[in-house]
């Protein structure tokens, strides 16, 4: 089984991005010899060539376009998941309004969502006609 570092993959997409080993160095903090390593172990993990080299430019195989699609989404989860959980958890208490049509056919599931990801944020939820809620509202009865 092989684990795919999401440093490795940023060490790519940088790559990918500037065309060159030095310039991707630069952006993730390693030396172009280090970038050029970590795209070699990468290759040899997928078992395909990434990237075309010469003494020029470095440019993306068909391959290297295919894996970048795949790297840039795993980077993107990685980064959506820690901002999750790094983000400070809500609390407080919330006045929440809604039309009575509404809340019977989607409030349920809406504030049972709600609740699991924001369970220190205390919900007082009053269902009613729109024009009541919108007074409630402007009188600031409502968040």
Same mark, same amino acid.
């Given at each position: ?7 490795? !993959?940023?060490?790519?997409?940088? !790559? ?9 160095? @630069?952006?993730?903090?390693?030396? %172009?010899?280090?970038?050029? *390593?970590?795209?070699?172990? &990468? /290759? +040899?993990?997928?078992? =395909?060539?990434?990237? +075309? =080299?010469?003494?020029?430019?470095? %440019? &993306?195989?068909?391959?290297? +376009?295919?894996?970048?699609?795949? @790297? ?10 820690? @901002?999750?959980?790094? $983000?400070?958890?809500? *609390?407080? /208490? ?5 039309? +009575? ?9 809406? &504030?049972? $969502? ?6 220190? #944020?205390?919900?007082? #939820?009053?269902?009613?006609?729109? &024009?009541?809620?919108? /007074? /409630?509202? *402007? $009188?600031?009865?409502?968040?």
């Amino acid at each position: 089984m092989h684990d795919v570092d999401t440093a490795v !993959l940023r060490t790519f997409l940088a !790559l990918a991005e500037t065309g060159s080993f030095s310039r991707a160095g @630069a952006l993730v903090g390693r030396s %172009q010899s280090a970038v050029s *390593e970590q795209i070699r172990k &990468l /290759e +040899e993990m997928c078992g =395909r060539v990434l990237v +075309e =080299r010469t003494t020029r430019r470095v %440019q &993306l195989t068909t391959q290297g +376009e295919q894996f970048l699609q795949h @790297a840039r989404a795993m980077v993107a989860q990685a980064d959506a998941m820690l @901002a999750r959980f790094r $983000a400070p958890d809500l *609390e407080g /208490e919330v006045r929440f309004g809604s039309p +009575e049509d509404f809340a019977s056919a989607y409030l349920p599931d809406i &504030l049972a $969502a709600f609740a699991v990801a924001h369970p220190a #944020v205390e919900l007082h #939820v009053t269902c009613q006609l729109t &024009l009541p809620l919108v /007074e /409630e509202f *402007e $009188a600031g009865a409502q968040d």
